[in-house]
């Protein structure tokens, strides 16, 4: 079936591939669970979803949806999943997360996303190493647990990011830093955004009302909740490195100014009595004292030298320079 990217027919015994949506429904055993997951950007997937999958409006409006902020609905048959994870595609931003949209009544499930996302590669391959979920509680302990992993190295980049730049201040204050420290922050901010709603969607997924999630696997879920609390502080952690790096360098680069202007003022205090004395002996008028003497420009010149002397000494006394 077109838009088909996985499906797989699973229980204690083994897996089995499912290629044919309508043969995955009808063709398995009242104890097997099935896993369809869905590209919904294709006609035919989004057809069968709609039409013939015998889903709630709501639910198959959700799977469908194009926002997919983290969240967890009970709905009459099933519950309804929305999830994110960190886009590891090559030549893309780990902050630009893929969403994720899962329903489930813990004997199928049913899952779509328009862009692939790693973590549910993983779970196919756990099958292939025979380590493989063998029902849906199960399931959703390890995807939850795999977007969590995905996330491990985007967030331990962000904090050798930070390393890297407090480090380099440590050594020259480059304006240049200034771009990669808003370029920290931005990509904090994004994972940020997502995952806070994540962390309650995962919270309220080990509150629902269902007998295929066992206290095991809520268990196992509340470690993958506090494994992403821990991401949650650790980026907490990034952006107030970030903002105290930034204020350093903004401090460094107001101290550096303040010196050059500190100079600027120094060179135009000394040279305010001069300019105003060459300006008042340099009016086009008669009675100037000294004119008529052969030697007044090499005196007048000498007592600006002078002039300026005493100034500097002032200036050092008074602890100006």
């Given at each position: 079936m077109q838009g088909l990217i996985i499906g797989r027919c699973f229980d204690g015994q083994g897996v089995t591939e499912v290629d044919d949506v309508v043969l995955?429904?009808?063709?398995?055993?009242?104890?097997?669970?099935?896993?369809?997951?869905?590209?919904?950007?294709?006609n035919e997937a989004r057809e069968w979803i709609e039409q013939h999958s015998g889903l709630e409006p709501v639910a198959s409006e959700a799977l469908l949806s194009e926002a997919s902020r983290p969240r967890v609905t009970q709905l009459t048959d099933g519950v309804l999943l929305n999830l994110r994870g960190v886009n590891l595609s090559p030549g893309s931003e780990p902050e630009?997360?893929?969403?994720?949209?899962?329903?489930?009544?813990?004997?199928?499930?049913?899952?779509?996303c328009r862009r692939a996302l790693l973590s549910v590669m993983d779970v196919a391959e756990h099958w292939q190493r025979n380590e493989g979920p063998t029902n849906v509680g199960e399931f959703l302990v390890l995807l939850t647990?795999?977007?969590?992993?995905?996330?491990?190295?985007?967030?331990?980049?962000?904090?050798?990011?930070?390393?890297?730049?407090?480090?380099?201040?440590?050594?020259?204050?480059?304006?240049?830093?200034?771009?990669?420290?808003?370029?920290?922050?931005?990509?904090?901010i994004?994972?940020?955004?997502?995952?806070s709603p994540q962390k309650e969607a995962l919270h309220q997924l080990q509150l629902i009302k269902a007998d295929w999630l066992t206290q095991e696997h809520r268990q196992a879920l509340r470690e993958v909740a506090e494994n992403q609390m821990r991401y949650i502080e650790g980026l907490d952690s990034?952006?107030?490195?970030?903002?105290?790096?930034?204020?350093?360098?903004?401090?460094?680069?107001?101290?550096?100014?303040?010196?050059?202007?500190?100079?600027?003022?120094?060179?135009?205090?000394?040279?305010?009595?001069?300019?105003?004395?060459?300006?008042?002996?340099?009016?086009?008028?008669?009675?100037?004292?000294?004119?008529?003497?052969p030697l007044a420009f090499w005196i007048f010149c000498g007592l600006m030298v002078v002039l300026v002397g005493f100034q500097w000494w002032l200036f050092k006394r008074n602890r100006w320079l």
């Open positions: 995955g429904m009808d063709g398995r055993s009242d104890d097997q669970c099935l896993w369809l997951h869905f590209d919904y950007t294709a630009d997360m893929v969403g994720m949209r899962l329903w489930t009544d813990g004997h199928t499930i049913i899952s779509t647990g795999q977007l969590m992993t995905r996330m491990q190295g985007t967030i331990e980049d962000t904090e050798e990011q930070i390393d890297a730049i407090e480090e380099q201040m440590l050594l020259h204050d480059d304006l240049g830093m200034r771009s990669q420290i808003a370029e920290v922050r931005r990509s904090v994004a994972l940020r955004r997502h995952l990034v952006r107030e490195r970030a903002v105290v790096a930034q204020e350093e360098l903004n401090n460094r680069l107001s101290e550096r100014m303040n010196s050059r202007m500190y100079v600027l003022s120094l060179v135009a205090a000394i040279f305010l009595p001069l300019g105003f004395l060459t300006g008042l002996l340099g009016v086009n008028i008669a009675g100037i004292p000294g004119q008529e003497y």
